[in-house]
Structure formats: C-alpha cells, structure tokens
C-alpha cells in the first residue's frame, strides 16, 4: 500500500460567488483605530516586489527558540510615498443607513499623473466655500477620510499610472482636530514611518494571482474518477451535483473561476523598514520587478498576489495579546545580501 499525501484542498466553499475581482485595488470595508492621542493615516500601500527569508533571532518569550537564531520568509514591499491629494467629511444618515459626503477639500495644482485618473476636475470644487460647509457640520461629522494617489514613478515598479484609495484618518475623537491635520497633509508626501512601526503587527489586503476557468479538480481538489469503461462520461469531474430543487447547490464543487479575488491576510509583523531599497535589492534586481529605489517594508509571512501587485497595509482588526512582542527585531541576515567572505 503506498504512502497517502494529505495537503488542504485548494478551493474552499466559503467565498461565495467566486468571481473576478472589480478592481486591482484591494480596499477594507473596516479600518481600526489605534486612538494614540495623534491624528494618523489608518492605512498605506506599498508594491510587491518579490519575497526572501531572512535570519532573525526569535524574541517569542513563549516560544521554544526564544533568544535563537530561526530563518522565516519574508515579503518585501516597495513603499513610496502616498500623497494626499484631498480629503473628505463625512456624516451618518440613520434613515438610509449611510455615510453622506458633506464635501472635499482638495489641494492646488493635481499632479498631472493623478488628473488623468481623474473624472471629475477639481478646479470645480471652491476650497474656502467646502472647508465653511465642513466646519459648519463639525458637529455631525462621524469619520474624516484622505484621498491618497501611490506614486509608482518613485518605485521600481516601471509604471507612471497612480493608483487611487481612501485611507480613514483616526488616532483622536475631537473632529477639529481630524479636520486641522487634514489640512495640514494636503498636497504633501505622507511616508511609511508616519503610519507603522517596525515590529507591530499589520493586516493586508491584495488581489490574487490569476488563474482563468479552472475544473473542479483543480479549483476544489475533487477526487479523479476511476477509468474505467464509463469514462466516457468524464474523470475528471464531480459524481452527482446534488438535489434539482432548489436549482443551485452551493456546497457542490462547480468550474469557473479560479484567482483574481480579494484576500486579506491578519497580523502580519513588520520586520523592518528601510529608508534605501539597495540594502534588500539582489544584485541582479528583484524577478519581474527590479530594483527597489526608495523606502521598503520588509513583513513578515507571504502576501497574496504576484509581483507589482498594490497591497494595502491597516491597523490590526484582530490584534494579538500583549503577551506577543511588538519591539524592534533583531535581523541577522537577509537572503537577497550576499555574505560576508563570498
């Protein structure tokens, strides 16, 4: 009797329906508050640039390796700058159950780049006419949100076209003062370090690789069926599809699309971020990316998506015990270095 291999099966049936992805652009629909006593960006995007493993010495107070030297993998994200090129008040309408827009504020002279993505021009928008009907609602305003472009043209991403989010800004209750530091960034460069720490733990969003129209057998993992002289009927395929009525069975394996879709993957740690993307970069560049010119975040852990895919970085919305360490870590040596002596 030969050996059994047992691995998870591929597909799950939890995501329902398993289509295309609307957008590149992965977005949360929730966004922590870490409430630090400082108004703050909730979020940030960064580029995939590809994946090493590093050496680190382990400072899990709990774990069997505690103070030694262990090697994990490791994801490396190329983060420009993002640039807050407006920002939004919002409101909360009980009756519709909504969030209403009681105006925006955007900043002078938009970068070419970012108007191009742009359909509506925001020379249409008075600032000092916005900013009165914003301080004037300052009493019903429930979340103050940025509107950030990327800026690929700083990244070894190879591409000038910005992407577009909107990123809560949180840390304070007091909305004069959400509204104060609003302004205070608009138009400018928000790096980073300005939003996470090394060692704190993070959630991220992206969009998978994707795989086109798949069988079931390679999308859920169903068993190939025995050749024998029915086969004409198909082994590469599922038994029976179950019962007619109701005409669709959700808990029955079905072809379509496989990847493409939005994951988001909880409490990955930051385990550096660096200022000169040459101190990760291979000599030869990152694999279908290239070199990595500016800052980097280099996270603990895989992240979904391929190579240039935008990730979307947030405040943890599961966070760990405190018992977990959230201090600097300690890198012996990364991968893509080349060692000392060779």
Known sequence: MGLKIHRPKRGSMAYYPRKRAES?????????????????????????????????????????????????????????????????????????????????????NVPKDIARRISTLPEKFNK?????????????ITEIRALVATQPRLSGIGKKTPELLEIPIGGVDDANQLIKYAES??????????????GQYVDVAAITKGKGWQGVVKRFNVKI????????????????????????????????????????EYNKRILKIGLNGVEVTPSSGFPHYGIIKGQYIVLDGTVPGIVKRLVTLRFP??????????????????????LQGA
């Open 128 to 140: 000092e006419e916005m900013m009165k009907r914003i301080l004037d609602n300052v009493d019903v």
């Open 317 to 338: 919305v599961r966070p760990r015990p405190q018992t977990y360490p959230t201090g600097k870590i300690q890198i012996v040596w990364l991968s893509t270095q080349q």
């Open 225 to 264: 069926l025995p050749k024998w002289h029915k086969h004409r009927k198909g082994y590469r395929r599922i038994g029976a599809i179950g019962p007619q009525n109701p005409a669709l069975t959700f808990t029955t394996p079905r072809p379509g699309q496989m990847g493409l879709h939005k994951r988001t």
């Open 24 to 108: 590149l652009v992965a977005k949360f629909s929730v966004w922590p508050d870490p409430h630090g006593g400082k108004p703050i960006l909730l979020g940030f995007a960064a580029y995939k640039a590809g994946m090493a493993h590093v050496v680190m010495i382990d400072d899990r107070p709990t774990s069997p390796f505690y103070s030694k030297e262990i090697i994990r993998p490791v994801t490396i994200l190329d983060a420009p700058p993002i640039k807050v090129i407006a920002f939004r008040a919002y409101t909360y309408d009980p009756w519709r159950n909504l969030k209403l827009s009681l105006g925006e504020v955007w900043m002078p």
């Open 185 to 198: 960034v608009l138009g400018k460069d928000i790096n980073v370090t300005d939003v996470f720490s090394e």
